[in-house]
């Protein structure tokens, strides 16, 4: 299965495997002077870590800005540790004041030194109340002139309570439990039932439009009207004269209950905030997400609510349902476990435009079929809303998207970004005049552990922007950058004001695990605004390659995958810009200076320049050559074909075809079969997803040049086949190709590749093969895999996982005698498997195929399997090889590998005697076919045909890279490789690589062999016994 041509794609290949492995192994230091900024690296002038004091605290499971609760003019802030214990008491959760100032001047703040004047704890009191699952502002709710506090406790299984704490700018004590809570410092507002009343709280602003801030608590396990967990939304309006109250109590004058959708579950997990005022009648307006929410038979698509604020007042309850457009609007989503609304928060105007924005989060939003993703929605205030539209309806006109990061395509992105878990407004954090907002990202950032990305508004935002692409104008990120930390940075994020009372605001992130199964104490960063070194001006740095030489009318070739090393101190690789003056494809006719631009994302750019010679020594190939170097081949005496893609293994295999286009001249093909590789990156293992493809090569009476570059193949020189359609991950797309002879009996001979690790809806490493029909009518330049429909070829799948046919495969001849050409598609079950291997043999025909066959589909008639056993087989497969008439009757043989020591060779039948629909090799009788073992010695898997090497009318046969068996009129059912002497076959003294036909290279008239052997080949020339 190859020809002479297999050792100048795999000498290539080495070539170009040395240089992306050196690039994507480089490695980065993000630190002060980079667009995104690492947690490492932050100090005492940037920001402070507040840390859990206990394991399994989880401290930042919520953030957000407290106002001023002091009453000293600096905004504080607010942090929840709903899982800690007291005593043996656990999980009754604690919630931390800061108090804001310039007096934090260390980088960690230790929260047992609240004392009252720099803060203070409030602490549940009984097992499981997890007080500080969320905390907030409450804005001025009691009309003091100075800011309130809410916490949250779920409470599940208790009743909850939710806790109001007033400011004062008088002393506060150091600690608070809800039996401290009096008319004086605070009310308790009590929930209904078991129902995780306080699992979300927040600021309202100031919906009933009377000058008094309002609060809004939810309740999402509620069940209501029959329904299970559907939820319940309450708001409070505030009052200089309020005091404790129970939810039952709200009335439509103290306040209004929203009840939820009438679907089981569509509470789960909902969401409170304030919207500022989005419709611009002047009064706040209020948002409810609902990720849970299922749309039709999609589920968890989620809904989001705006409720608008009114002067007129509300009724003491209000359906979601009957919210029309005038009193407020719902947003569906539409394709199924999105999870829109799993966050949702105010934007401030953030396209500047005079209204007011929000922000929605939907974090397991699947994008290109990579699962959750993310995304979040900044949307645009505006006079009026349709009452209901869905989020497909979102576009750069009425909304910004911000997406998870879209990593190259080579870098497989294992999706789970999760960006849009945590969403607010940051006021105004580059002091440009417009607010900001900030998005989490639990499984983003640069180093995938989790990010928290700035974005700066503007009067001209862009309808979408790449998590990847904020950096410079766009804005920032912070990011875990700890190896394999995973402790979910951006779990809560919030704007906090000016903290620091710098004059520019700042923000805060929760980060509560150190493990995705485990918490720990948990913290919460507090980041200073406009105090990083945002401006990269360090050049990317750069290694040329070697000078270089070409024979005149070769082409350039891509020397970027060339580079012996590429670094840069802010900016991935991958992420860089690579380009060559003059470009690869460029004819080449003298000595010519080549120079490659590396720019990183900062628009830095660094160049090298290398000379390529003309190369004008020559070598030819006679009988009387012994050694011959690939770098000589000029195109007339051969020709160096380059890959495509770096890391794509072109050449792994390749193979005649015959005539593929029916001009009367034979083309060949080259395999990438492409490559799933994981490398050791900054901040954990990245995974490489390389998709290969066939590169059909026409032959040519016109002579070739010295080289090819396979991906400047046009349709008139040959074309590229291109797997399209879906997979989840182990892209090997042409891993075995092959002639499939002319298996529609159509007079032109046929193509085929196969991918048997393919993962796709249909299960795990099935085994994809493609037959792809030549014509005489021309090719596209790019033929997609996903166009067979079985007029131009035909897909054959495997029946059950990790059976994997394909793992080798060949044109067998007219193995049945029909007159037709047939195919072999031999399987490599997985590892460890219990399935025993099977080969599938697949007659041509002249009457046509369906678009799909599946192996199982194989019953006798149009074709037969070759099955072996645990037992004296074993696995049979790996290795398959159509052999030409090995036994002299004229009808075409073949011959299977396998992981024990025995191979076989099955003889073609005469077109009367029909194979059954299932042959198993402890079957072969000598008549039939044979078993080939070594009795002394284990045989390694490969088998392949040998053409007639000692010239005697019988093909030969090759096992184990290293046995010669010669062919002729009988064998007995087993063939001990022991007993070649020379006349019967022959081997080499050790085993050798890729042991192969050759064809008659030297044109002597007798078949050759061609093997491999350290960086080498060899042939051996065939001559008679």
């Known amino acids: ?38 947690i490492s690296g932050i100090d005492e002038t940037n920001s402070f870590v507040v840390e859990g004091e206990n394991e399994q605290d989880d401290l930042g499971y919520s953030v957000k800005d407290a106002g001023d609760v002091n009453g000293d003019g600096i905004s504080d802030i607010i942090i929840g540790a709903p899982f800690v214990d007291s005593g043996s008491i656990e999980d009754v959760g604690e919630a931390y004041v800061i108090f804001g100032g310039s007096g934090v001047s260390s980088t960690s703040f230790d929260i047992t030194s609240l004392n009252g004047t720099n803060g203070f704890i409030i602490r549940g009191t009984n097992q499981n109340d997890r007080l500080g699952t969320s905390v907030s502002t409450a804005g001025d709710f009691n009309d003091d002139g100075v800011d309130d506090i809410i916490i949250g406790s779920s409470s599940f299984p208790n009743v909850g309570n939710t806790i109001v704490i007033f400011g004062t700018n008088t002393v506060f004590s150091s600690l608070y439990t809800i039996s401290d809570i009096n008319a004086g410092n605070g009310i308790i507002i009590s929930g209904e039932g078991s129902d995780n009343f306080g699992e979300s709280v927040s ?22 009207s029959g329904f299970r967990n559907n939820g319940r939304t309450y708001v409070i309006f505030g009052s200089s004269t309020i005091t404790n109250i129970d939810v039952s109590a709200l009335d439509g004058n103290n306040g209004f209950v929203i009840n939820g959708f009438p679907q089981n579950d569509s509470g789960s997990q909902s969401k409170v905030s304030d919207a500022g005022d989005i419709d611009n009648d002047g009064i706040d307006d209020i948002i409810l997400g609902f990720p849970g929410y299922d749309e039709g038979s999609n589920l968890s698509t989620g809904r989001v609510c705006v409720i608008y604020g009114n002067s007129i007042g509300f009724s003491a309850s209000l359906n979601l349902l009957s919210l029309d457009g005038s009193n407020g609007f719902s947003i569906l989503g539409e394709e199924a476990n999105t999870a829109l609304g799993f966050s949702v928060g105010a934007a ?34 505006r006079g009026s809303f349709p009452s209901t539209f869905n989020s497909s309806d979102l576009n750069g006109a009425n909304s910004m998207t911000i997406r998870g990061i879209q ?20 006021h105004d954090i580059n002091d440009d005049g417009i607010s900001d907002i900030i998005v989490s990202a639990t499984g983003g950032g640069a180093g995938n552990q989790g990010g928290a990305y700035v974005i700066f508004g503007s009067s001209s935002n862009p309808d979408i922007i790449n998590a990847g692409e904020v950096f410079g104008n766009v804005g920032y990120q912070v990011f875990e950058d700890e190896r394999f930390s995973r402790q979910r940075f951006g779990q809560s994020v919030s704007s906090i004001g000016d903290f620091n009372a710098d004059g520019i605001n700042d923000f805060i992130v929760g980060a509560i695990r150190s493990a995705t199964s485990f918490r720990n104490n948990g913290k919460a960063y507090v980041f200073y605004g406009e105090t990083f070194d945002l401006d990269d001006s360090e050049l990317p740095t750069i290694s040329c390659p070697s000078n270089q030489e070409l024979y005149a009318n070769a082409v350039l070739p891509n020397y970027i995958h060339f580079l012996p090393s590429v670094s840069d101190n802010c900016t991935y690789n991958t992420d860089m810009t690579y380009s060559q003056n003059p470009p690869e494809g460029t004819p080449f006719i003298s000595d010519t200076n080549v120079t490659i631009t590396v720019t990183d994302r900062s628009g830095n750019m660094e160049t090298c320049t290398f000379l390529v010679s003309l190369k004008t020594t020559t070598a030819e190939i006679d009988c ?37 286009n029916g001009d009367g001249i034979d083309d060949f093909i080259v395999a990438a079969r492409g490559e799933d590789l994981s490398f050791a990156g900054p901040y954990g293992t990245d995974f490489i997803d390389i998709i290969g493809g066939g590169y059909v090569v026409f032959g040519t009476a016109s002579g070739f040049p010295p080289n090819i570059n396979l991906k400047m193949l046009n349709g008139s020189n040959g074309f590229i086949i291109r797997d399209d359609t879906a997979y989840s991950s182990q892209p090997n797309t042409a891993f075995a190709a092959s002639s499939a002879g002319d298996i529609n009996n159509d007079g032109i001979n046929d193509i085929m590749v196969s991918d048997p690790f393919r993962k796709t809806s249909l299960g795990s490493e099935l085994g994809y093969n493609y037959i792809i029909f030549g014509r005489a009518t021309g090719f596209p330049l790019e033929f997609n895999l996903s166009t067979l429909n079985g ?99 004229a009808i075409d043989d073949i011959t299977i590998g396998g992981n024990k020591a025995r191979k076989f060779v099955v003889f073609g039948r005469p077109r009367g005697s029909s194979f059954p629909a299932t042959l198993n090799v402890d079957e072969l009788d000598g008549i039939n076919g044979f078993a080939v073992e070594h009795s002394l010695e284990s045989l390694s898997l490969e088998v392949s045909k040998a053409g007639d090497i000692n010239n005697d009318g019988f093909n030969d046969v090759t096992f184990g890279g290293r046995y010669v068996l010669f062919g002729r009129n009988a064998f007995p059912s087993i063939f001990d490789l022991v007993n070649l002497d020379g006349t019967n076959g022959f081997s080499f003294s050790s085993n050798v690589s890729n042991l192969n036909y050759a064809g008659d290279f030297n044109n002597d008239g007798y078949d050759d062999l061609i093997f491999g052997r350290s960086s080498s080949y060899y042939v051996i020339y065939g001559k008679e016994t």
């Open 203 to 224: 600021f309202a602003g100031d919906v009933n439009d009377d000058g008094v801030d309002d609060v809004t608590i939810n309740a999402p396990l509620y069940d209501g």
């Open 791 to 889: 007029s131009n070829g035909f897909t054959v799948i495997g029946a059950d996982p990790f059976e994997r046919p394909g793992y080798a495969l060949d044109t067998v001849g007219d193995i049945n005698n029909d007159g037709i050409d047939d195919i072999a598609l031999s399987e490599g079950s997985g590892s460890g498997s219990s399935l025993t291997g099977k080969c599938h043999i697949l007659y041509g025909n002249s009457s046509g195929f369906p678009a799909i066959i599946r192996v199982n589909e194989i019953d006798g008639s149009n074709g037969f399997t070759i099955v072996g056993d645990v037992g004296t087989s074993g696995k049979i497969g790996y290795y398959v090889a159509g052999l030409g008439d090995i036994n002299g009757d």
């Open 407 to 426: 990593r190259p395509d080579y870098i497989r992105n294992s999706g789970f970004n999760n960006l849009g878990y945590a969403v607010d407004g940051l």
């Open 1 to 38: 299965m190859g020809n002479t041509s297999k050792n100048v794609f795999t000498t290539k290949l080495k070539l170009n495997l040395v240089g992306l492995i050196l690039i994507f192994n480089a490695s980065i230091s993000f630190g002060q002077g980079c667009p995104e900024v690492p």
């Open 624 to 660: 009387n050559t012994t050694s011959f170097s690939v770098n000589d081949l000029n195109g007339t005496n051969g020709l160096i074909l380059y890959g495509e893609k770096a890391l794509s293994r072109t050449g792994t295999d390749v193979n005649s075809l015959g005539d593929v």
């Open 348 to 381: 401030e105007d953030f396209n500047n435009d005079g209204i007011n924005d929000f922000i929605v989060g939907a974090p397991r939003k699947d994008v290109n079929t990579i699962r959750d993703i993310g995304e979040a929605y900044v949307i645009y205030g």
